[in-house]
Structures are given as structure tokens and as C-alpha cells.
């Protein structure tokens, strides 16, 4: 790693080196970890407290696994290599980051937003990948702890890095940005999540906003400019900002589009970028937005035409994400990461697209603040222009269920209050062939309904 030395790291960092010898001091790390389990020769271990386990009683063994040098909150006793004393081991670690970054001659894209962050990673990631060395952000690594420890696996050899970063309070994306120094910054959209800590949608914007704080000079910035809110980022000043979208009246749009239920969609492309007709395997509208700013990102980035077309079609989906699981006697739609009012409805219309009966399993939608119950209310109503059967979860899908009671017409709409009540009945009221949709916030733990139907 480039000169990530002992000493620069503390001197980076603001630590105190002890027990370093003279024949150390210009090594530099192989890696940097927080899981002792991944510590290699030269590696930097981290010690980090967490509420179970505490780091710092792996220091030994790391050593003995050939530790280039433990960072460290308390000195072990007795001290046998290299270690670096802080006073907060978390914020070590994105001091470390920062510093790592600005060593870095690579192209660094940050993606933010309130929903498709991770698909929108893989389809820019999927399609660079075609031309360029990339490292993107593994599983949801996107936090004040994931991404500094992507932004250390960068090696030499990679040309461009794609990261999420996500946030749910002011002043985290600041921080992220700070470590990131993003060239590039992409904005998915903006909708109803963390209002908890965040107020209301113009609260959501001004922290996702906080990426531009330490964007690098003459950067650009991608958004959706058919969201409402995205709009007025027209008026930032830190870089070129490029508009994408499914409206004409965007620098990069799609026409002609044809959505063919759950195998994906084909369009042509207009504007800065003219394509003929492409086709991505993922489905869903949703999914045209993530493709388009890949393409944009891609040209500006000198890609041709037919490396991006193929880097389009061989996108993956990603479990928990919209993602199409073929079953003997059913498909799902895992979509069941996460949840807010925006990425349901999104949800909820790629489930519209199926061909089969069509059956929603749906459950609470968390950090929506004080009008969490009319939001999951009004789902509720949405589903029923979309769904044959709802099955809602949940003390908040209550409210959901009752909606959709009030709204419906041929549907069935049953509640539940509990993933095991509803797991118990499910399979009988499911027929064979129905598409089924899995969706709800994190904490609702809803991989377990899939693990029902393996």
C-alpha cells in the first residue's frame, strides 16, 4: 500500500508509535483490518471495542500472524511488536482512510441517494469493469465503517473505484465525502427514509448534499433530474452537472422504452450519448435510471459504445435488491434489504409486471419519523391498483392492511402481526406459479420468509 508506513500512518493519525524497530520503519502495510480473522503478514491491525467483542484481546495473536502493527486504544502488557496508541480507534481508521485516498491516482466515484445506492453501484461498476480495473463497494459496506475499509483495499492496479455511502444523520456524509474525495458524485434520487434524525425531504437532501463538501476540483456531478428534488442541484457550482432520466429533457435519457415483465428492458438512448437500442437483464423501470448514469459515467470516461453495451447486459443482480428467484412452483422478488415509501412503490411496480397472479408480503417500513403510519398507509392503497394478494407484517403494516381493506376490490389483503404467524399460513394461501414480492426494512429480517420457500 502506497507509502502507508507505521510511521506515516501514526503521524496521519495522530498516534504514538511504540515498539517500532529501525528496520520496520520503511515497510509499508499489505492491508489494513478490523477482523483479526483477515490479518496477513504486514497487515495493520485495528483494535476496535465493540458491545461484544473487544479487539484488543486479539493483539497477540495478530502478532504472531505477522502483523506489521497494531492500532490500539490501550497498550497490551507486555508489548510484543509495532503498535499504534490512539484515542478512538474508529475515527483511527477514517483518519487512515483519508490519508490512504490522498495517496491514490484513481478515479473515485461516490454514490448517494435515498434508494437503488447498491444497484446503481453494481450497473456503474459492471459496465466500467468492461474497460477499466475497478473496485466497487462489497455487500453494504457504505457506512462510516464500510467505507474506509473499501477505500483500503484499493491496490495499484485499480483505475476507478465506485463506493456507496450511506448515511441517516447530518454530518456523516461530510465525513464520508472527507474520506472519499469523490471525482465523480451520483444521486439516485430523493424520497421519505431516515426522516427520524433527518425531518423532511428537504432535511434528506442537505445531508446527501454534504458529499460535495470535499468533491476534487472540476468534478462532476450525475443526478436524476426527473426527481423533484434533484432538480434544484442545478444551482451547485462545484462541477459540470449532468441531468439523467427517462424525460427528453435531460442531458442523457432513454426513449423508446420496453419493459418486458421480469427479464428486463430495452430502450434507445438520446442526448450527450446516443445509443441504438440496449438491453438490460434487470427489471423494473427503476433499473433504466441505474443504466443510464452508467452510461453516462462510462462516456465521459472515454468508454466505447460497444464495451458499454456489453457491460450493460452483463449486469447481476443483487440478493435483497429487486433481485428474481425461480423457484419450483413459485418466483420471488427478493427486494427485502430494505424498505421506504419510494422503494416499495418502485417494488410494487415491478411486481405489476408479472404475468402470473401477483402476491405482495410486505412489512414495516422503519425511521419514517412522526407520519410513519400514514406513509405505510398509503402503500397500502398503492398496492391495490397492483397486486392480487397483500400479506402485510408487522405493527406498522397494520395500518397498511387496513388501506388496503378499504380499497380493495377482488384482492385478498390479510395481516399478520409476526414474521412466524405469517409464515405458518403462508404456503396455504399461495397457489402455484405466482410471482411473490418480499419487501420491508432491514430489522424486519424478512430473508428468513425466503429461506421458506428453498
Same mark, same amino acid.
Given at each position: 500500500?502506497k =507509502? ?18 529501525e ?14 480473522? /483477515? ?5 495493520i ?6 458491545e461484544?467483542?473487544d479487539g484488543?484481546?486479539?493483539?497477540p495473536?495478530v502478532?504472531?500472524?505477522? $502483523? ?7 497498550l497490551? =502488557?507486555?508489548?510484543?511488536?509495532p #503498535?499504534?496508541?490512539?484515542?478512538d480507534s474508529?475515527a483511527?481508521?477514517r ?11 484513481i478515479?473515485?466515484i ?8 447498491t ?6 461498476a459492471?459496465?466500467?469493469?468492461k474497460?477499466f480495473?475497478v473496485?466497487?463497494?462489497e455487500?453494504?459496506f457504505?457506512?462510516?465503517v ?12 485499480? /483505475?476507478?473505484?465506485?463506493? +456507496?455511502?450511506g448515511?441517516?444523520?447530518?454530518? &456523516?456524509?461530510?465525513?464520508l465525502? &472527507? ?6 458524485c ?6 421519505p427514509c431516515h426522516l &427520524?434524525h433527518?425531518g423532511?425531504? =428537504?432535511?434528506?437532501?442537505r445531508?446527501k ?5 470535499f468533491?476534487k476540483?472540476d468534478?462532476k456531478?450525475f443526478?436524476?433530474?426527473?426527481d ?11 462541477? /459540470? ?8 429533457n =435531460?442531458?442523457?435519457y432513454?426513449k ?8 428486463g428492458?430495452?430502450f434507445?438512448?438520446e ?6 437500442r440496449?438491453?438490460?437483464p ?13 452510461i453516462a ?11 458499454i453495451?456489453?457491460?450493460l ?9 429487486s ?7 413459485y418466483?420471488?422478488?427478493?427486494? #427485502?434489504?430494505?424498505a421506504n ?5 418502485? $417494488? ?12 405482495a408480503?410486505?412489512g414495516?417500513?422503519? &425511521?419514517?419519523g ?7 398507509? *398509503?402503500?397500502?392503497?398503492y ?12 405493527? *406498522?403494516?397494520? +395500518?397498511?392492511?387496513d ?12 395481516y ?8 405458518q ?7 402455484p /406459479? ?5 419487501k420491508?426494512s432491514?430489522g424486519?429480517?424478512f ?8
Amino acid at each position: 500500500m502506497k =507509502n502507508m508506513t507505521v510511521s506515516a500512518i501514526a503521524k496521519a493519525c495522530g498516534g504514538q508509535v511504540v515498539g517500532l524497530p529501525e528496520e520496520q520503519k520503511q515497510i509499508e502495510a499489505a492491508g489494513v483490518v478490523l477482523d483479526s480473522r /483477515q490479518v496477513e503478514k504486514d497487515y495493520i491491525f485495528i483494535a476496535t471495542k465493540g458491545e461484544k467483542v473487544d479487539g484488543h484481546s486479539f493483539i497477540p495473536q495478530v502478532m504472531e500472524k505477522g $502483523a506489521l502493527a497494531c492500532v490500539c486504544e490501550t497498550l497490551p =502488557n507486555p508489548v510484543t511488536g509495532p #503498535c499504534i496508541l490512539v484515542e478512538d480507534s474508529f475515527a483511527t481508521l477514517r483518519a487512515i482512510a483519508k490519508y490512504y485516498r490522498e495517496q491514490l491516482d484513481i478515479t473515485m466515484i461516490g454514490i448517494t441517494g435515498s434508494v437503488g445506492k447498491t444497484s446503481t453501484k453494481e450497473f456503474v461498476a459492471g459496465v466500467l469493469s468492461k474497460s477499466f480495473s475497478v473496485l466497487k463497494t462489497e455487500k453494504n459496506f457504505n457506512n462510516e465503517v464500510g467505507v474506509p475499509l473499501t477505500l483500503l483495499k484499493i491496490r495499484e492496479e485499480h /483505475q476507478v473505484a465506485v463506493l +456507496e455511502m450511506g448515511i441517516n444523520h447530518f454530518g &456523516e456524509m461530510h465525513r464520508l465525502s &472527507e474520506m472519499v474525495q469523490p471525482d465523480y458524485c451520483i444521486f439516485t434520487n430523493i424520497g421519505p427514509c431516515h426522516l &427520524e434524525h433527518l425531518g423532511d425531504l =428537504n432535511g434528506v437532501l442537505r445531508a446527501k448534499s454534504e458529499i460535495f463538501d470535499f468533491q476534487k476540483k472540476d468534478g462532476k456531478i450525475f443526478v436524476n433530474g426527473d426527481d423533484d428534488k434533484l432538480v434544484t442541484l442545478k444551482e451547485e457550482k462545484k462541477g /459540470q452537472l449532468i441531468t439523467y432520466g427517462c424525460k427528453g429533457n =435531460n442531458d442523457i435519457y432513454s426513449k423508446d422504452l420496453s419493459i418486458d415483465g421480469l427479464q428486463g428492458s430495452t430502450f434507445a438512448v438520446e442526448g450527450m450519448v446516443s445509443l441504438p437500442r440496449v438491453r438490460i437483464p434487470l427489471p423494473g423501470e427503476h433499473m433504466v435510471y441505474n443504466a443510464l448514469v452508467a452510461i453516462a459515467v462510462a462516456h465521459f470516461l472515454g468508454m466505447k459504445e460497444e464495451d458499454i453495451a456489453k457491460g450493460l447486459a452483463s449486469v447481476e443482480g443483487v440478493g435483497g435488491r429487486s433481485h428474481v428467484i425461480s423457484f419450483t412452483d413459485y418466483t420471488v422478488i427478493d427486494d #427485502c434489504y430494505n424498505a421506504n415509501p419510494v422503494s416499495m412503490r418502485a $417494488a410494487l411496480d415491478l411486481l405489476a409486471t408479472a404475468k402470473t397472479r401477483k402476491v405482495a408480503i410486505l412489512g414495516d417500513m422503519f &425511521e419514517l419519523g412522526e407520519n410513519e403510519r400514514m406513509l405505510h398507509s *398509503l402503500i397500502g392503497t398503492y398496492a391495490m391498483d397492483r397486486v392480487d394478494v397483500l400479506i402485510a407484517i408487522g405493527e *406498522l403494516s397494520k +395500518e397498511m392492511a387496513d388501506a388496503a381493506k378499504e380499497h380493495c376490490y377482488n384482492q385478498e389483503v390479510y395481516y399478520f402481526p409476526t414474521k412466524d404467524e405469517a409464515t405458518q399460513t403462508l404456503f396455504q394461501l399461495l397457489k402455484p /406459479q405466482d410471482t411473490i414480492l418480499l419487501k420491508a426494512s432491514h430489522g424486519m429480517e424478512f430473508t428468513s420468509i425466503l429461506a421458506a420457500f428453498a
